[in-house]
């Protein structure tokens, strides 16, 4: 068993390719952080474009309510009570108007100093729609129940002394990591385990050593085990530890960030099987606790199934080919079926999202894809173990 142990030891940290993988993911972190450093940099002149699309669907509805009260007044002046009420939403679009006017204002001369002025703002602005939607007046297809949302957050980052992000985008180190576990970046996660793994297999038949390997007098169930345990190990460990790494240098460079931020959560996501709770939120120490089974079932799962993959195709190039048509086929089926769609809920790759899986955006919660994720990984294990007792010394399975 020791020796057994040692061969994947070697030939993990012999393989060429292993370290490429590394390297390559070591880049795309970098590259997380140069990419959302420079959006960051950008968000506010963008947010300003946004502010002017705002502006001129409020002179819309303006516009709308003073040809209506013109209208009324021309038509029917003595129905006062219709007049009040168009007065009431002229005064409210009005004041919209004022609010989305500071804000560009803010905006335009946006600096770090100003970002509680900005939550005090964002709040005042928040609180107008709201009663305006609780009245009945529309504002940009906005609902209640997502304004309420905003106005608590903002709330307790001003109750909280939480000091608000420059932007979405800032790349402080808790920011950077809440960025890499949201879909697609934490592809850059799956796809180097996958890397590191695509060989698992495949590896021993292309070279050889399954023939030396497989007539030791050792259980193949237990070569299966220790080629897994050994492979998962070290992949995830590595891969962890240059998430840790990057995280660090994150810190060094631009601080940590609040650990008390507010991060949306739907509280329904690891009580029941269903998101039909309320989205509240949570900090972010607490939301990341939450994303901890997600992250690793889905690291399992993956390596298990291109650990399959590697198993029954027996050649390391087939099993590349059928991982990058995995990849397209997910990225296909997010493009193509909305939320709600069924898709979603057999899928298990639905759980990479993990962001969205948290805040409820899918018909079923975290703790369900937790369920599937472990089904899968089971059916794959000893679906693979079966596979490779029966394979023969020639590397052909036997009928």
Not at 254 to 264: D, E, K, Q, V, W
Request: one cysteine or more.
């Amino acid at each position: 068993m020791k020796g057994l142990i040692y061969y994947e030891h070697t030939r993990f940290w012999r393989s060429g390719k292993n370290i490429v993988v590394l390297l390559a993911f070591a880049v795309v972190l970098l590259g997380l952080f140069v990419f959302n450093t420079i959006l960051d940099k950008s968000y506010w002149s963008k947010q300003t474009e946004l502010l002017y699309d705002e502006l001129t669907a409020i002179n819309n509805e303006i516009s709308a309510v003073e040809a209506q009260t013109e209208t009324a007044e021309r038509n029917n002046p003595e129905d006062t009570e219709a007049l009040e009420e168009l007065a009431r939403q002229y005064d409210y679009y009005r004041s919209q108007y004022l609010y989305n006017y500071q804000q560009r204002t803010l905006a335009r001369l946006y600096s770090p100093e100003r970002a509680q002025e900005r939550i005090e703002l964002a709040i005042e602005r928040d609180k107008h729609i709201l009663k305006g939607l609780e009245a009945g007046y529309d504002f940009l297809g906005q609902t209640q129940e997502q304004v309420k949302q905003r106005i608590g957050v903002n709330e307790y980052i001003i109750q909280q002394e939480i000091t608000p992000l420059n932007s979405p985008h800032e790349m402080n180190a808790t920011n950077f990591l809440s960025q890499l576990i949201d879909y697609p970046w934490i592809l850059a996660i799956l796809i180097a385990l996958a890397l590191l793994s695509i060989d698992i297999f495949s590896g021993d038949i292309e070279g050889g050593a399954y023939k030396h390997l497989y007539s030791q007098p050792i259980n193949r169930g237990r070569i299966f085990a220790v080629k897994y345990l050994v492979r998962f190990f070290y992949s995830f460990i590595i891969v962890t530890g240059l998430i840790a790494l990057v995280f660090g240098i994150v810190y060094m460079l631009n601080g940590l960030g609040s650990t008390g931020y507010p991060m949306y959560y739907y509280g329904e996501s690891y009580q029941s099987l269903d998101t039909t709770g309320t989205l509240a939120y949570l900090p972010w120490s607490e939301y990341m606790l939450k994303t901890i089974p997600l992250y690793c079932f889905l690291c399992l799962f993956v390596m298990l199934l291109i650990g399959a993959a590697s198993l029954l195709l027996q050649n390391t190039g087939n099993t590349l080919n059928a991982s990058f048509c995995i990849l397209v086929l997910d990225f296909l089926g997010r493009t193509l079926f909305p939320a709600e769609s069924k898709f979603y809920m057999f899928w298990p790759l639905t759980a990479a999202g993990v962001n969205r899986v948290l805040q409820g955006a899918y018909t079923i919660s975290a703790l369900a894809y937790l369920i599937l994720l472990s089904i899968a990984a089971i059916l794959l294990f000893v679906g693979g173990q079966t596979v490779l007792r029966k394979q023969d010394l020639t590397g052909g399975i036997g009928l």
